[in-house]
């Protein structure tokens, strides 16, 4: 099992940058790959972002590319989401989610296993 703990949310005006961080403790974390996914009031969860084991592959969603960077540190047992150029419609609880490292991809909600509380990121205009 692990445990995902989400820190770095907060308020920023719009053409801001925030970097979310998100600690795994318990199993060998680069057991993991890991996902960043985002669920805004009244709408349903949707991926933002995803990184297999090694770090070596990621995926982003249409809205994010360009704007949001996922990494992680494997010996630091933490994945990141650098989020740049923010917009108002960027504002959400952000969530990371770890899945085996045998699925890799990008992962549909469901296909993970653990997840953290949320981070509320607020984008004002």
């Known amino acids: 099992q692990v445990q995902l703990v989400e820190s770095g949310g907060g308020l920023v005006q719009a053409g801001g940058f925030l970097r979310l961080s998100c600690a795994a403790s318990g199993r060998t974390f680069s057991s993991y790959a890991m996902g960043w996914f985002r669920q805004a009031p009244g709408k349903e969860r949707e991926f933002v972002a995803a990184i297999n084991w090694s770090g070596g592959s990621t995926y982003y969603a249409d809205s994010v590319k360009g704007r949001f960077t996922i990494s992680r540190d494997n010996a630091k047992n933490t994945v990141y989401l650098q989020m740049n150029s923010l917009k108002p419609e960027d504002t959400a609880v952000y969530y990371c989610?770890?899945?085996?490292?045998?699925?890799?991809?990008?992962?549909?909600?469901?296909?993970?296993?653990?997840w953290g509380q949320g981070t509320q990121v607020t984008v004002s205009s």
């Open positions: 989610a770890a899945a085996p490292r045998y699925r890799s991809g990008r992962l549909r909600a469901g296909e993970y296993d653990y």
